[in-house]
Structures are given as structure tokens and as C-alpha cells.
Nanobody, 116 residues
Framework: VQLQASGGGLVQAGDSLRLSCTAS????????MAWFRQVPGKQREFVAL????????HYADSVKGRFTISRDNSENTAFLQMKSLKPEDTAVYYC??????????WGRGTLVTVSS
């Protein structure tokens, strides 16, 4: 499975962005999906995950209430809607799929930069 994240960019604090993660080379419907982010020099951190069916989601406390993860299995795509962005949300965002206990496939990240 190959994953491609897109939708990043430069925005101002308070703005919104929607990231997409499109899978190819396999179906993602049997996998949980998640977004992580990483700031240079820091560890990659969990942002949000969604179950195979989309019926269950989980968020990092830092993004709860501002970010929404969703998926469209018919399009082999997951999304991360980000609202009320803060400068501390600046990072490279990665999507990943796996059974949930592990994350087996990772895409190249997409850079989100939030200016103050």
C-alpha cells in the first residue's frame, strides 16, 4: 500500500486546512488509519486515528475539538479537517494505516505551517 498525503500549506493562526491521504496499491478498508505529525528535531507524535469502518475516532488532547478525522473507503482516502490552527500545529503531517496495534504503511508527509 502506498500512501500520499496532500493539502498542507502556509496559513495564518485561526485558519483551517483539510489534509487528504490517498492510498494506492491496495484497499484501506481493512485498516485503521491515523495521522501523526513531526517537528524537526522532535519525535513524531500521534494526532488522530479512525477505525476501519469510521465508526470510532480518537484524538490527541492537543487537537481535540479542533481537528476531525474521517475516511471514505470507497475512495481509498482519509481526511484530516483542521480548524482554529495554532502556530504550534506547525509540522509535517503523515498518514499511516495498520491494524491499530501497529502502523504498517506510511506516506510521505505534507508540511503545514501556521504563522502567528
Amino acid at each position: 500500500v502506498q500512501l500520499q498525503a496532500s493539502g498542507g500549506g502556509l496559513v495564518q493562526a485561526g485558519d483551517s486546512l483539510r489534509l487528504s491521504c490517498t492510498a494506492s496499491g491496495g484497499t484501506i478498508s481493512t485498516y485503521a488509519m491515523a495521522w501523526f505529525r513531526q517537528v524537526p528535531g522532535k519525535q513524531r507524535e500521534f494526532v488522530a486515528l479512525i477505525s476501519q469502518s469510521g465508526g470510532a475516532t480518537h484524538y490527541a488532547d492537543s487537537v481535540k475539538g479542533r481537528f476531525t478525522i474521517s475516511r471514505d473507503n470507497s475512495e481509498n482516502t482519509a481526511f484530516l479537517q483542521m480548524k482554529s490552527l495554532k502556530p504550534e500545529d506547525t509540522a509535517v503531517y503523515y498518514c499511516t494505516v495498520g491494524p491499530g496495534s501497529t502502523w504498517d504503511y506510511w506516506g510521505r508527509g505534507t508540511l503545514v505551517t501556521v504563522s502567528s
